[in-house]
């Protein structure tokens, strides 16, 4: 069994920064990838950002050039930096592993984008 924590978020301006984190713990044997999802109020979760264990990354079109995933794997933890953070923004960030083929979710965090 796997275990997700996320953290990281909270409240920031249109413009601003926040960075968030998610680590991995339990019955670790190999991670293959990790990423970000999302999810807004009445919106479908949507892939925003992964990173797989051989460093490729991969952004939806909405956040490229302005939020970077990268991966610590001696920590088994994913960061995304997010800057020119915007309102549409706004949503539960969840972390998510893959590992031996099974897929792991963490509870998520708020992130909300408003001045």
């Known amino acids: 069994q796997v275990q997700v924590a996320e953290s990281g978020g909270g409240l920031a301006q249109p413009g601003g920064s926040l960075r968030l984190s998610c680590a991995a713990s339990?019955?670790?044997?190999?991670?293959?990838?990790m990423a970000w999802y999302r999810q807004a109020p009445g919106k479908q979760r949507e892939l925003v950002a992964g990173i797989i264990s051989g460093g490729n990354t991969h952004y939806a079109d909405s956040v490229k050039g302005r939020f970077t995933i990268s991966r610590d794997n001696a920590k088994n933890t994913v960061y995304l930096q997010m800057n020119s953070l915007k309102p549409e923004d706004t949503a539960v960030y969840y972390c998510n592993v893959l590992e031996s083929g099974y897929v792991y979710w963490g509870q998520g965090t708020q992130v909300t984008v408003s001045s």
């Open positions: 339990g019955s670790i044997s190999g991670i293959n990838a």
